[in-house]
């Protein structure tokens, strides 16, 4: 069965640095999402996207982030100055469709900031 | 803005017993998507069931059902014959049909299945 594989399960940066978190979405899915999950917090959504762009992202998906598909399979989020507060669990998911087919979610990695 | 709310931190149920979650949202769309994920251990979130906020219906999935209730915003889970493989965080889900890609989540209900 076809699923959304992330890498890598887990992540240790220090404070400052940038960390770059990688999906693989299922291959004939055509909408991306990234969701974190601070530990014992429910999940967040943090961006969509499709067509090359995003196409919407939250309040919590600040200039500190970004995402890219850069090769027509990986799909990334990016952090370019870690803050502590941003230790979660990273979800990427993927969808066929926009909203009558489900959200298939990868495995989650978690990222640690010390 | 749409909320969706479980109010039961954590639920326990006997292997083999029927158990409920809960799960209530605000909105004022008519037509949109409600979800039943379960994340287990292994932290991979799987969907369970989906309701069509258009269908009257409560939709089934072998143990799994859902008592739908538009009026009262209210869309709880039924797991019957409860097995040890249950055992997981339950996320109660929503998107609306329109104009967002963005679902959202309510805070979990953490079941614990006894044998």
């Known amino acids: 069965e076809p699923e959304v594989t992330q890498t890598p399960s887990h992540q240790v940066t220090q404070m400052g640095q940038e960390v770059i978190l990688r999906c693989v979405p299922i291959s004939n899915h055509l909408y991306f999402y990234w969701y974190r999950q601070i530990l014992g917090q429910k999940v967040e959504f943090l961006v969509s996207?499709?067509?090359?762009?995003?196409?919407?992202k939250s309040e919590i998906f600040d200039d500190q982030f970004s995402v890219e598909r850069p090769d027509g399979s990986n799909f990334t989020l990016k952090i370019r100055s870690t803050k502590l507060e941003d230790s979660a669990m990273y979800f990427c998911a993927s969808s066929e469709g926009l909203v009558n087919t489900e959200a298939f979610f990868g495995q989650g990695t978690r990222l640690t900031v010390v | 803005a749409q909320t969706v709310t479980q109010s039961q931190p954590e639920m326990s149920v006997q292997e083999a017993e029927t158990v409920t979650l809960s799960c209530t949202y605000d909105t004022s769309e008519s037509d949109y998507y409600l979800f039943w994920y379960k994340q287990p251990p292994s932290r991979q979130m799987i969907l369970v069931i989906r309701?069509?906020?258009?269908?009257?219906q409560n939709a089934t999935e072998n143990r799994f059902s859902v008592n739908f209730q538009k009026a009262a915003k209210s869309f709880s889970l039924k797991i019957s014959d409860s097995q040890l493989g249950d055992a997981a965080m339950y996320f109660c889900a929503y998107i609306k049909t329109s104009g967002t890609y963005k679902y959202i989540f309510g805070t979990g209900t953490r079941l614990k299945v006894l044998a």
């Open positions: 309701q069509e906020a258009y269908k009257q």
């Open positions: 996207f499709y067509n090359n762009e995003i196409s919407e």
